[in-house]
């Protein structure tokens, strides 16, 4: 394919950065804390409510042992608390949440319907919930963090969000996207840069960052995202929570800007390689939240308790080629969680060292130009107008072009050329797609990095983008995936990721509740005071 001027810069900077390693990291950190001043701290965590997961929280207010006012005051005042902080949320319904809350106390009250049946109907009843602002709530901001779209408003919700409510979870915020959800940063020029809590120099990941920030600083409890190339995994990974994308066209798409929204001549089936997800702080919470986004699909056999005496586990270390290495940290937890399968269950795990893996993101790439996605550039300008992204780049020094760097270099490099690499990476897939249905014929896990590094520094995404290989290639091949946090290096958060088969959920999601004990799970980023 050929290689833009942009593309060459870019991966310069990779090699060179990669090649350099501690030494460039310790630079930057310099650098960036030179110029964009010291970490701050988010205030510590004063309310014990704010430490209880999901499904204990929804039984204490069945229960009526907390109130559901209560419990909605104490996540409001926190989010309003950590937003100087982060700048996670970009629109909120705080009011309206409260009269939500004070209902569901009285129909409690009422005694009209048994905890039993609240438990079986409405399992989420009373507890607070984020969305991604791409993904629909009614009333709310959907602008993608696109300027010619910032007055968006939802009509109506996303099916996610709707299965949330219906299962009695009730919205309070929608949170930050990269500009139109095309990139792992999550920062626009309708509603700005979110921070990583653990250190603000850094990236929370994207696109669904906005979502990670606020949840792993404790203004949410869990929330959705969704993933065309890692968009749940890597802002999980990046804040320390957990978030599964799920099978595919297991949950459902509709309601989301971009992609599910745009209709063209030709349609877009790359909406195939979108998963929507849960992302939360307990891994607890992980089997109900899946249970509910995925209107209790039967399929996922989510009920049946897994075995890891009769799982195979396989594991990959770091993807083949100097510049996919992951650093030590990650490749330490990835052996770490090996060992404990292979310790607590007397299960042999086995490496995969496939070459096709080398090239994971161009066959990324070139799936996603195999089924006749709309160029980045459509999204980007829209139906009926042009766009000149070397002129856009000019602009940008000025600060005055209404788009983000990242997506002016996106739109750049976007690649639209059917030549012979293309089909040397559909050649490819197809051998990995054929060596991976062959593990996954029996119940089997894979576990490998979701990233090979910890969180990059801001802008720093550019030329590391193709490190997205490790998450983009799980959706073009369907499988589902669930970030597990893995402690932190350098002081920020990074995380592995237990993949198995397709409509196998369950396996992956039971590796993370078992992982949970190894890596103790969320790392608080301010102190606990209680």
Known sequence: MPVTIAGFCAEFIRVLVTLTRPLSDYVLQFLYGLFMGGTKQ???IENKILLIPATELAEKIRKRQLSCEE?????????????????????ER?????????NIDKFLASGVKSEEDIAR???LLGVPFTCK???GVKGMKQTSGLVRHKDHVAEEDSHSAGFYRKAGAIPITVTDVPELCMWWESSNHVNGLTKNPYDNTRTVGGSSGGEGAIVTSAGALFGI??????????????????GHKPSKGVISNWGTFPFCHIKTEHGDRTT???????????????????????????????DTKVNFRNVKVYYIEEFPGLLNAAVPDVKTAVRKAVRHFEDQYEVTATPIKFPELRHAFSIWECKLLEYDGMPFSFYLRGEDKSINFWWELFKSIFRCSDHTLPAIYFGMVDRRTKDKFYYFCLEQFKELERRFKEIFEEDAIVLVPNHPEPPPHYLMTIPMYPNIAYTCIFNILGLPSSQIPAGLSKGVPIGIQAVSGHLKDRISIAAALELDKVFNGWISPCPINI
């Open 42 to 44: 988010l205030p510590p």
């Open 71 to 91: 419990v909605m005051k104490a996540y409001i005042e926190r989010a309003k608390q950590v937003h100087p902080y982060i700048n996670a949320a970009v629109d």
């Open 272 to 302: 195939e390689f979108v998963s929507t997800g849960p992302m939360c702080r307990y891994a607890r919470d992980l089997p109900l939240l899946t249970r509910v986004l995925s209107d209790n699909d039967q399929r996922l056999q989510l």
């Open 121 to 123: 109907d409405t399992p």
């Open 225 to 242: 995202g969704n993933d065309i190339a890692g968009s749940i995994r890597i802002p999980s990974s990046f804040c320390g929570i957990y």
């Open 94 to 102: 705080y009011e309206d949440a409260l009269k939500d809350a004070r």
């Open 133 to 135: 602002e791409a993904i």
